[in-house]
C-alpha cells in the first residue's frame, strides 16, 4: 500500500468531518433544545400530538420527493465535471417539476382528510386542527431536502449545514419562545416550524444561485426522463427509512395516547444524538470510498474503512454508556420527573442506535461500490422487522415495545450490511479497537457509576452529571491509549485538524506517539 496515498484520503475525511460535524452538531443542539423546550411548555399529551403530526409530515415529504434529491446530487456533478451546464440545470428544473405539484397535490388531499386521519385512525380529535396546519410545511419540506441536495451535489456542505441545519433550527427556537411568551398555544410550535422551513428554503435557494451563477443565463435541458429512471429505485430505500423512523410513533399513536406518544419522543431524539458522529462521516466518507472503489485500490480501501469504523466507534461509545448508566438523570436533567418514564426505552434505543452506527459504515461501503440492490435488501429487512415487531409489542408493552422493536430492526439491518460487507468487499467491521474501546469505557463507566450511586442515588445533579461525564471522558482516553488504541492513521487527523485549526497539539501528539501501536 502506498502510505502517502491512504494518509491523503484520511486527511481529506479528517478535513470535511471537522466542518461537517461542527455545523451539524450546533443545528441537532438547537434541535434538541425544540424539542426540551416543547416538551416542558406544552406537556406529554401536546408534545405527543405534535410529534405524531411531525411523523405523518416527514412520510408524506419523503412520498412527494420519489429519490429525485438523490439524483441530483448524483447528476450535478456528474454534469458539471463534462462542462454541461445546461444539463445540471435541467436536471435541477425537471426535478422541481415532479417534486412541486405533487407536494401541493398530498397537501391539499391530506388536508381534506384530516378529520378522518385524526378521529378514525387514531382517535385523537385534537391531532384536526394541528394536522390541517402543518400541512402547509409539506411543500417547504421538500424544497428544503431537494435545495440541500443540490447543494451536495455543487459539494457545498457548508451551505447544507447552514441552511437546513444551523438556521432553521434556531429560527424555529426563537420563533417557539416567542409565540409560546405571547400566549399561543402548541399551534405557535407548529407555525414557528412552518417559518423555519419557509426562511431556510429561500436561504437554500439563494446559495444555489451563489454557487450557480449562470444558471439565470442558460437554458435547460429536460431531465426528467433520466432522473425518474435514476430516483425511483432510491425512493423505495428512503420510503423504508422513514417508515422505520416513524413507525413506533403513529403505531403508539394508534395503539396509545398522545401522551405515551409524547414521553416515547424524549427517548428517541435523544437516542438518535448518537448517530450525530456516523451523519458527520458519511458525507465525506461515501465519495472517498467511491472513488477507491472506482479506482480498484482495495488495500487503501480497507485501510480507510477500518479507520473510520474505529473513530466512529470510539466516538459515538461514552456517550452510548453514559445513556446506558444514566438514563434517568439524563431525562430529568433536560425534560423534569414527569418524563421519567421515557428512561428505559432511551437505554433500549441507545443501544439499538450504537450498533446502527457500527453498521451504517458497512451500509456506506455497499453503496460506495454501486449494490444499491443489496442496500435495499438490508432496508427491506429492517422495515418489515420493524413494522410486525411494533405491531406484536406495543399493544403489549407500549412504550418499551416500541423501542424494542426498533432497536432489534436497526441490529437486523447492522448484521446483514456487515454480512455483505464481508462477502462482496472482503471488508470487516468490527475489529480490535473495538475490543480496546469497549474494555476501556466499560472500565471507566463502572467506576464512575458506583461513585455517583453511592454520592448520589438514583437521581444526580446537573453539575455532577457533567463533572463525572467528563471525569469518566478522561478515563476513557488514557485507558484506551494504554490498551493500544492509537495508531499512525490517528496522527494523520491530529495533523489535519492542526492546519484546519491554526493550532499545534504538541502535547497531545507526544501522548499519541508513546502510545501508539506500530501501524501494519
Not at 411523523?55 to 434529491?69: E, K
Amino acid at each position: 500500500m502506498k502510505s502517502e496515498n491512504k494518509d491523503q484520503y484520511l486527511e481529506t475525511i479528517g478535513k470535511g468531518v471537522l466542518i461537517v460535524f461542527i455545523g451539524i452538531f450546533v443545528g441537532k443542539v438547537f434541535g434538541y433544545l425544540i424539542r426540551i423546550v416543547m416538551a416542558r411548555f406544552f406537556g406529554a399529551a401536546d408534545y405527543g400530538l405534535f410529534s405524531l403530526a411531525s411523523a405523518l409530515i416527514s412520510v408524506f415529504t419523503v412520498v412527494c420527493l420519489l429519490g429525485t434529491n438523490q439524483g441530483v446530487a448524483r447528476f450535478i456533478p456528474f454534469y458539471r465535471v463534462r462542462n454541461q451546464p445546461e444539463n445540471v440545470k435541467g436536471v435541477i428544473i425537471s426535478g422541481l417539476k415532479i417534486i412541486l405539484p405533487l407536494s401541493i397535490i398530498l397537501t391539499i388531499i391530506v388536508f381534506f382528510l384530516s378529520e378522518i386521519i385524526s378521529v378514525l385512525v387514531f382517535q385523537e380529535p385534537s391531532l384536526i386542527l394541528m394536522l390541517q396546519v402543518f400541512v402547509i410545511a409539506i411543500p417547504f419540506s421538500v424544497l428544503l431536502i431537494y435545495f440541500a441536495y443540490c447543494l451536495r451535489g455543487f459539494k457545498q456542505m457548508k451551505y447544507v449545514v447552514l441552511s437546513e441545519e444551523i438556521f432553521k433550527h434556531i429560527l424555529t427556537f426563537i420563533f417557539i419562545i416567542t409565540f409560546f411568551f405571547i400566549g399561543i398555544d402548541i399551534l405557535g410550535a407548529v407555525f414557528a416550524h412552518i417559518v423555519g422551513f419557509v426562511a431556510a428554503v429561500a436561504l437554500a435557494f439563494y446559495y444555489i444561485r451563489k454557487s450557480f451563477p449562470d444558471m439565470g443565463k442558460i437554458k435547460a435541458v429536460s431531465m426528467k426522463r433520466k432522473l425518474i429512471s435514476f430516483s425511483w429505485p432510491i425512493s423505495i430505500m428512503g420510503f423504508l427509512w422513514i417508515i422505520v423512523r416513524s413507525t413506533d410513533t403513529i403505531m403508539l399513536g394508534f395503539f396509545s395516547t398522545s401522551t405515551q406518544v409524547g414521553i416515547y419522543n424524549i427517548a428517541m431524539p435523544t437516542a438518535y444524538m448518537l448517530s450525530l458522529v456516523i451523519t458527520s462521516f458519511i458525507y465525506i466518507f461515501l465519495p472517498v470510498m467511491s472513488e477507491l472503489y472506482s479506482k480498484k485500490q482495495d488495500s487503501e480501501m480497507k485501510s480507510i474503512f477500518e479507520s473510520v469504523s474505529k473513530w466512529v466507534f470510539i466516538l459515538t461509545f461514552p456517550l452510548f454508556l453514559l445513556m446506558l448508566f444514566f438514563p434517568d438523570s439524563i431525562i430529568n436533567l433536560f425534560f423534569g420527573q414527569q418524563y421519567l418514564q421515557a428512561s428505559t426505552p432511551l437505554a433500549i434505543l441507545a443501544t439499538g442506535y450504537l450498533i446502527f452506527s457500527v453498521g451504517k459504515t458497512a451500509n456506506t461501503s455497499i453503496l460506495a461500490a454501486g449494490k444499491t440492490r443489496i442496500n435495499l435488501l438490508c432496508s427491506s429487512m429492517m422495515t418489515i422487522v420493524n413494522v410486525i415487531l411494533n405491531l406484536i409489542m406495543i399493544p403489549w408493552w407500549g412504550i418499551i415495545g416500541a423501542a424494542t422493536a426498533t432497536a432489534i430492526s436497526l441490529v437486523i439491518f447492522t448484521a446483514s450490511c456487515m454480512s455483505f460487507n464481508y462477502r462482496y468487499m472482503k471488508l470487516r467491521t468490527v475489529n480490535k479497537s473495538y475490543l480496546r474501546s469497549v474494555i476501556s469505557g466499560l472500565i471507566s463507566m463502572l467506576l464512575i457509576y458506583t461513585l455517583a450511586r453511592f454520592a448520589f442515588g438514583m437521581l444526580i445533579p446537573w453539575w455532577a452529571l457533567f463533572l463525572l461525564f467528563a471525569a469518566f471522558l478522561l478515563v476513557y482516553i488514557l485507558l484506551f491509549m494504554v490498551f493500544g488504541g492509537i495508531d499512525h492513521n490517528d496522527l494523520v487527523v491530529i495533523k489535519t485538524l492542526e492546519r484546519r485549526t491554526g493550532r499545534e497539539f504538541k502535547t497531545l501528539k507526544k501522548i499519541i506517539k508513546k502510545f501508539k501501536r506500530n501501524h501494519i
